[in-house]
């Protein structure tokens, strides 16, 4: 099993849709969560770090589950710009090493 | 805002060629890490370094080795290049909350 799945995707949503990412992790030993986004031929960037209590960036909310392993993404009213590839990415607990999912495609159709 | 820079964007080397990728960061971070991109495979960490002169393998290691003979560099060495090494490589910097990733460099070896 990899260390961490994501939805397969593509997401092709309209504009102002509502959208949801699933991402799980096997190690329950991990300690940080992030989401990154990347952009075609361009590299991953922080989009948001995701705490317990899940918090909220504008549009884009994401949640942790440490029970079931589980973090999620949710983006509102989304742009065209919101189009990329989402990164779940989970720390473990000892290092700097840091674990990426394979991505979720997210395209947003005017 | 830290800078992470990779010495070439796009990398053309014939089979059997020693490559070398720089990577540059600015901002006095201990943990350096190189990464490759392939489509289905998502990011597969090849070495990194927690600092000077130290270095640690990733889950891709062979094939490849690294150098750091100073804090800001960090040298991705493919000691014989060949074509399944043909990849988007990409080296980054971490802080306590997440990565920096520079621009990438696209190989391809013929």
């Known amino acids: 099993r990899k260390e961490v799945e994501q939805d397969p995707g593509p997401f092709n949503v309209p504009e102002g849709a509502t959208v949801a990412f699933n991402c799980t992790y096997s190690?329950?030993?991990?300690?940080?969560f992030f989401w990154y986004r990347q952009d075609c031929r361009k590299e991953p960037k922080l989009l948001m770090s995701?705490?317990?209590s899940g918090n909220e960036d504008g549009r884009f909310t994401a949640q942790l589950n440490r029970a079931s392993q589980y973090i999620s993404l949710l983006i509102r009213d989304s742009k065209l710009s919101d189009s990329a590839t989402y990164l779940c990415?989970?720390?473990?607990?000892?290092?700097?090493?840091?674990?990426f999912g394979p991505g979720t495609r997210l395209s947003v159709l005017p | 805002d830290v800078k992470v820079t990779q010495s070439s964007r796009y990398l053309v080397k014939r089979t059997g060629e020693k490559v070398f990728l720089e990577c540059v960061q600015d901002?006095?971070?201990?943990?350096m890490f190189w990464y490759r991109q392939d489509p289905g495979l998502g990011l597969r960490l090849i070495y990194f370094?927690?600092?000077?002169?130290?270095?640690e393998k990733g889950d891709i290691p062979e094939g490849y080795s690294v150098s750091r003979e100073k804090k800001e560099r960090f040298s991705l060495i493919l000691e014989s290049a060949s074509t399944n090494q043909t990849s988007m490589y990409l080296c980054?910097?971490?802080?306590?909350?997440?990565?920096?990733f520079g621009s990438g460099t696209r190989l391809t070896v013929v």
């Open positions: 980054a910097s971490s802080f306590s909350y997440g990565y920096t």
């Open positions: 995701v705490y317990s």
């Open positions: 370094s927690y600092d000077v002169k130290m270095k």
């Open positions: 901002m006095d971070h201990e943990n």
């Open positions: 990415v989970v720390k473990k607990n000892y290092g700097q090493n840091f674990v």
């Open positions: 190690n329950s030993a991990s300690q940080s």
